[in-house]
């Protein structure tokens, strides 16, 4: 027999797991009503976050380095999505999505601090590097990226999440549920349940508690691997947790 | 609705992809008559690998640093088990699966040079720290036990697997299926396919390309992140790999 498994809804099964270990109903808290920012929301990751996020109903703002580009990309997705360059877009939101390319993330970050004081960060940057014989893991000074964001962020709330979606899988107009968990990383219950609960607006998508930001590296890093994977089975891989 | 998804057997499954990919039909190989070694199969990890292969019908030998301690845990075990020293362990198996503590990874393999030379080995080590906030990845000079295990056995053909199994369910004797992928990372086509089938012998589980050795130490560091979902959910977390 092979294994077959159905995945519940992030609700149920959080309620199902908390109540089996006699910790009463556990409720993700209502996320609807907020406004997500996706700073570097042109490229192929930020864009296609922001699409899933706006179909689901989210109120997206989509920010960029010129307000120009990021009206031009909000434009092409509809779904009321709005355009603002970064200070704007991480002003005018609740949760703010930094996925820009590694190469310009501390610059980025530095230069929004204020913009970005008490907001809800959640970093789904990869510092990854490319050679002929594919994706690879960068040292990060920090520890990674998120780290990284937290240490140039002291006064905002610095969580992990969204790494290993694809791309193309997200922007797929015509694939209506993503199959994949979205580990979730945090100092804080409040803040990882509110990503989690984000996560689960995207029908398909869980939001998984899965550590500390002092384990984020290897959260970032798997995606070298994942890409390895793509390679060997033409597949655009994500992964599922079992057993919650 | 919720995600729901149906995970064929390995072979199936390949043979699907390679030919959605125009690559014609891949058959994993028959591993069913090589003899399976387990350094460090006194431990919970081991023992549990032990018996979920020996169940499967494999001839498997459990490695100690004393003879009679494998001996006692392969009389447990039954199913064919027989327990050896490291060495005799090392010398009669064809693939050995290294499942020592990271603490005794670098001695036990520099003795075992010899011993290992020619064979496929499997590194299922997890370098990891401890403290009151959980689990933490350790740095390795090498970059990862995997890469540690090549670094000390240049005669030997190394690949890193089963690094996300839980104990617990490993050596539960009422749980038929593992449901649960097992990322496979190594240099040669030749040595992962053998791995990633020796993995499809233990029902429910898979075996799944992930990448080269210089890729694994964020597939070892991630079991701390399982660790913390087993911690927030109460749960023997595993990964299944979406899309493959």
């Known amino acids: 027999m092979c294994a077959t498994r159905q995945y519940p809804r992030p609700h149920d099964f959080l309620r199902q797991h908390a109540e089996a270990a006699g910790q009463g109903p556990v409720d993700l808290p209502d996320v609807s009503g907020l406004v997500v920012g996706v700073l570097g929301g042109t490229g192929d990751q930020g864009r296609g976050l922001a699409y ?6 989210q109120k997206v703002i989509i920010g960029s380095r010129a307000a120009d580009r990021a009206q031009t990309a909000a ?5 009321g999505v709005e355009g ?5 877009c991480a002003r005018r939101s609740d949760i703010v ?12 970050l530095e230069a929004l601090r204020e913009d970005l004081a008490g907001k809800l960060v959640v970093d789904c940057v990869n510092p990854l590097g490319f050679d002929k014989q594919g994706a690879y893991a960068l040292q990060v000074e ?3 990226a998120a780290q990284q964001a937290a240490a140039l962020l002291p006064d905002s709330r610095v ?15 015509s694939i209506d549920e993503i199959d994949t968990d979205v580990m979730v990383l945090g100092e804080s219950r409040a803040d990882t349940d509110l990503v989690q609960a984000l996560a689960a607006r995207i029908p398909g998508m869980r939001g998984v508690f ?22 060997r089975y033409k597949a655009h891989a ?3 947790v079992t057993d919650v």
Chains 1, 2 share one sequence.
């Open 52 to 57: 899933r996020l706006a179909r689901a109903g």
């Open 75 to 79: 434009d092409e997705l509809g779904l």
């Open 84 to 88: 603002a360059d970064n200070a704007e």
């Open 97 to 108: 999505i930094i996925a820009v390319p590694w190469e310009g993330h501390a610059k980025t």
């Open 142 to 144: 920090e520890g990674s």
């Open 159 to 173: 969580t992990a999440a969204f790494h290993h979606l694809s791309a193309v899988l997200l922007q797929d107009e």
């Open 210 to 231: 899965a550590g500390r930001l002092r384990n984020a590296h290897q959260v970032e890093s798997l995606v070298a691997n994942l890409i390895s994977t793509n390679r």
């Open 238 to 240: 994500g992964l599922r």
